[in-house]
Nanobody, 117 residues
Framework: QVQLAESGGGLVQAGGSLRLSCAAS????????MAWYRQAPGKQRELVAA???????NYVDSVKDRCIISRDNTKNTVYLQMGSLKPDDTAVYYC???????????WGQGTQVTVSS
């Protein structure tokens, strides 16, 4: 069973930075895509950034110039470096992985990011 452990959320002032981490255990070498989603109060969950096992990344337009997603395949860990944070970035951030085999997905429990103005 794949388990995801997220860390790095917290309270930060507007303009500040945070680095989120998500370590996947029990996955071996079977992870295809690793991604970060977020869900703000009253809004639908949205994809923030995703990265394939080959390192190809894509971002939602609202964070494209402010965030970098990366991964360490040897540690099955994905990172999201966020900068120039805005109050609109306030949300629960969820880690998601998709496996090569049968494309099954797993979710983390989420980490709260709060940006104060």
């Amino acid at each position: 069973q794949v388990q995801l452990a997220e860390s790095g959320g917290g309270l930060v002032q507007a303009g500040g930075s945070l680095r989120l981490s998500c370590a996947a255990s029990g996955a071996g070498t079977d992870i295809d895509v690793m991604a970060w989603y977020r869900q703000a109060p009253g809004k639908q969950r949205e994809l923030v950034a995703a990265i394939t096992s080959a390192g190809s990344a894509n971002y939602v337009d609202s964070v494209k110039d402010r965030c970098i997603i990366s991964r360490d395949n040897t540690k099955n860990t994905v990172y999201l470096q966020m900068g120039s944070l805005k109050p609109d970035d306030t949300a629960v951030y969820y880690c998601n992985v998709r496996m090569f085999i049968n494309m099954r997905e797993y979710w983390g429990q989420g980490t709260q990011v709060t940006v104060s103005s």
